[in-house]
Nanobody, 123 residues
Framework: QVQLVESGGGLVQPGGSLRLSCAAS????????MGWYRQAPGQQRELVAT???????NYADSQKGRFTISRVNANNTVYLQMNSLKPEDTGVYYC?????????????????WGQGTLVTVSS
């Protein structure tokens, strides 16, 4: 069993900043990619940013230069620093991780999602 727990969402004014955190726990051998996705009201879930275990990052075009994803492998934690927030950044932010977990017979790959944290950018 592997869980992701997000925190750090809230209400912020346009131009403000927030930092999201996501911690993985459970029977974890290793974690490959970790990332953040956003689902705006009435919209599909979309990529915000991802990072590999080696630190290679990828961002959606609308977040480049404003958001920074980082991770601490030793703590199985990923962060999303969001600056210069805009109303269109509003949505539920979900953490995702590709986890190698232990099974009775060996190992198994799991794609795990967190429960989401709401970010509202409004004046």
């Amino acid at each position: 069993q592997v869980q992701l727990v997000e925190s750090g969402g809230g209400l912020v004014q346009p131009g403000g900043s927030l930092r999201l955190s996501c911690a993985a726990s459970g029977t974890i051998i290793s974690i490959n990619n970790m990332g953040w996705y956003r689902q705006a009201p009435g919209q599909q879930r979309e990529l915000v940013a991802t990072t590999t275990s080696g630190g290679t990052t990828n961002y959606a075009d609308s977040q480049k230069g404003r958001f920074t994803i980082s991770r601490v492998n030793a703590n199985n934690t990923v962060y999303l620093q969001m600056n210069s927030l805009k109303p269109e950044d509003t949505g539920v932010y979900y953490c995702n991780a590709g986890v190698i977990t232990r099974t009775n017979g060996g190992r198994r790959y799991l794609a795990v999602w967190g429960q989401g944290t709401l970010v509202t950018v409004s004046s």
